[in-house]
């Protein structure tokens, strides 16, 4: 009987403690302002960039005008006027860091493009390919 008891006591015993937190786990405190956050000297805090749009007219006999319509990929409008497509034009707009492509509407074409190096490049001039 009294090997039994010890027997339950030290099991008794090993359960509780391996069932207690360990402490150096647990994560750092927040910080209450921002002098105190420690990073690195060369973390971006931006959430936003500026990028350079150039859209390249195409020249016709009769002025053409239709609504431009720049836009992220989640269709948040950016920039829109009514545009006369044989006008060149270059635009700054802010985007978000993450952001990859713009989308281009004039009239019913619709295009994706890559922003490059913080810049996007369009024209109304038709590729021609032999």
């Known amino acids: 009987m009294n090997k039994t008891v010890v027997f339950l006591s030290l099991l008794s015993i090993f359960s509780l403690t391996s069932c207690i937190k360990d402490f150096d786990d647990l994560p750092a405190p927040v910080p209450d302002n921002l002098k105190e956050i420690n990073v690195s000297s060369n973390f971006d805090w931006n959430t936003s960039r500026n990028i350079d749009i ?26 829109q006027m009514n545009h006369e497509m044989s006008k060149t034009i270059k635009l700054e707009l802010v985007v978000p860091n993450l952001e990859e492509n713009i989308r281009i509407k004039y009239g019913t074409m619709e295009y994706t493009l890559p922003i490059e190096n913080n810049k996007v490049a369009f024209s109304f001039i038709p590729e021609v390919t032999d």
């Open 54 to 79: 150039n859209i390249t007219g195409l020249p016709t006999q009769i002025p053409i005008f239709s609504t431009l319509t720049i836009s992220l990929n989640d269709g948040s409008n950016l920039f």
